[in-house]
């Protein structure tokens, strides 16, 4: 699926997609900020978290969505390693991972690395 440039990736069918997008605050909150933050030229969002369900350090989440894996390529990003680059992320997602996140699976590139 695609926004304005925008990549979104999502095992799921166009109709669960648009459903998941609307009742998924946490997904919609980092897809917003991140856009915000780093103006991405690529952003792939997945959730991860039907895949850890039960496991230790999740199993009494109130919250849903608590693990995603992000694909993020931007500009932003030059002249920063990777740890530097995770970094940034993580800062601008911390709201998140107050909220219930867990974890965040990261590929923070530059448009160079494509």
Known sequence: MSHGGL??????????TR???????????IESKLTAAFNPVKLVIDDQ???HR???GVADAV??????SVEIVSNHFKSMNRVQRQREVNK????EFKNGLHALALSCKVPEDL
């Open 7 to 16: 990549y979104f990736q999502c095992c799921c069918s166009m109709y669960k």
């Open 19 to 29: 459903y998941i997008m609307s009742k998924a605050p946490i997904r919609s909150s």
């Open 49 to 51: 978290s039907h895949m």
């Open 54 to 56: 039960g496991h230790a």
């Open 63 to 68: 919250q849903a969505e608590t693990h995603f």
């Open 92 to 95: 601008v997602l911390d709201e």
